[in-house]
Structure formats: C-alpha cells, structure tokens
C-alpha cells in the first residue's frame, strides 16, 4: 500500500505543489470522493490545533450526497460540538458551518 499521502495538498497546477491554506474554510470541490472522509479529519485535527472552532465546509449543493457523507463523519467526531448548513450568506445548503469544542473531547467514539 505505501505511504499515506498527504491530503492537505492542492493538487499540482503548472508543475507547482501548494498547500491548502488552513483558514477555516475547506472548499470539496476540487478533491476526490473517497478522500472526503481523511481530508475532513485531517482538516478538523489542523483547525483545532490552531484554535480555529468554527469551520465551514464546502460540499456544493448536487443530489446532496457529498454533504450527507460530510455530515456522516461530522456525527462522530468527538470534538464537534454541533453544525448546521451555510445559511443565506455562507453558502446555503451548498455549504455546512461546524462548532468544535476548544477542550478535551467528548464522550462519543471516532470511527476512522
């Protein structure tokens, strides 16, 4: 299998390599399916090391399955206090607003 590849990577355009910038925003669109899971993970772990506790995902509006898979791995992270989509100026249900809980995690189980 090899090593596990970074995820917080944008992938190369023009030969260049450049990270995602870890701003409190993490736009899906230009990922893979089957990363979502890792990528929302490792984003979440980089935000709260950061102190950033408010994160918007963006999945982008479609049949909703993106969001459905967000929202899935939303539901059992222990340090997601609660989340809610976008609202009229973040995003709408195109988009998912996530509250992390700054202190030690809760009581629910990581399945990663």
Known sequence: MGRPR???RRPPRRGR????????ELDLHNFSPRDVK?????YLDVCLARGILEVRI?????????RRTVHAILDRHPRVVGY???GHRGGGWGATVVDLSPGPASPRDRDD
């Not at 890792?38 to 490792?42: M, N, Q």
């Not at 963006?58 to 993106?66: C, E, P, T």
């Open 6 to 8: 970074r995820l917080l």
């Open 58 to 66: 963006v999945h982008g509006k479609g049949i909703g399955a993106l």
């Open 38 to 42: 890792r990528l929302v993970l490792e």
């Open 17 to 24: 390599r450049r990270r995602l910038p870890v701003d409190g």
């Open 84 to 86: 809610r989509l976008g």
